[in-house]
C-alpha cells in the first residue's frame, strides 16, 4: 500500500492527451493509479491514448486500480468492452470497493504496551 495515489474522475469529453501526459510522466511520483468510470466500469469508446498510457504505467510497475462514480454497485469485469479491455492489460477492478478503499495510507504499525 502506499501514499502516493492519484484519482481520476472520468467525465465526458476528458482531454485524454493530458491524462496520458500524466499516466506516463507522473510514474516517479505517483506509484498508482485510481479511475472511478461510469455505472459497472464503463468510459468513453474512444480511449486508445488512454489505455496505451495505462498500459505504460502498468508496464513501469505501477497499480492502476477502477472503482464506480456510482455511490452503490460493483465494478462488473468484462461488463463493457472497454472494462475487458482495461482488464486485458491489467487494470485491477474494485469490485464493491469504494474510491476511498484503495487511496486509503497504510496502517501503521502497532505499537508495543
Same mark, same amino acid.
Given at each position: 500500500?502506499?501514499?502516493?495515489?492519484?484519482?481520476?474522475?472520468?467525465? *465526458?469529453?476528458?482531454?485524454?492527451?493530458?491524462?496520458?501526459?500524466?499516466?506516463?510522466?507522473?510514474?516517479?511520483?505517483?506509484?498508482?493509479?485510481?479511475?472511478?468510470?461510469?455505472?459497472?466500469?464503463?468510459?468513453?469508446?474512444?480511449?486508445?491514448?488512454?489505455?496505451?498510457?495505462?498500459?505504460?504505467?502498468?508496464?513501469?510497475?505501477?497499480?492502476?486500480?477502477?472503482?464506480?462514480?456510482?455511490?452503490?454497485?460493483?465494478?462488473?469485469?468484462?461488463?463493457?468492452?472497454?472494462?475487458?479491455?482495461?482488464?486485458?492489460?491489467?487494470?485491477? *477492478?474494485?469490485?464493491?470497493?469504494?474510491?476511498?478503499?484503495?487511496?486509503? *495510507? *497504510?496502517?501503521?504499525?502497532?505499537?508495543?504496551?
Amino acid at each position: 500500500m502506499t501514499d502516493k495515489v492519484v484519482v481520476l474522475k472520468m467525465v *465526458p469529453y476528458l482531454d485524454v492527451s493530458a491524462l496520458r501526459r500524466f499516466a506516463v510522466l507522473g510514474t516517479t511520483s505517483c506509484r498508482a493509479r485510481v479511475l472511478e468510470l461510469y455505472g459497472t466500469g464503463n468510459a468513453p469508446r474512444k480511449i486508445a491514448d488512454l489505455l496505451l498510457a495505462l498500459k505504460e504505467a502498468k508496464d513501469k510497475g505501477r497499480l492502476v486500480v477502477v472503482t464506480s462514480q456510482c455511490s452503490s454497485g460493483a465494478v462488473v469485469p468484462g461488463s463493457y468492452a472497454v472494462n475487458k479491455e482495461l482488464e486485458q492489460i491489467g487494470v485491477v *477492478p474494485a469490485l464493491v470497493m469504494t474510491t476511498e478503499v484503495p487511496v486509503r *495510507p *497504510p496502517p501503521s504499525p502497532p505499537r508495543a504496551l
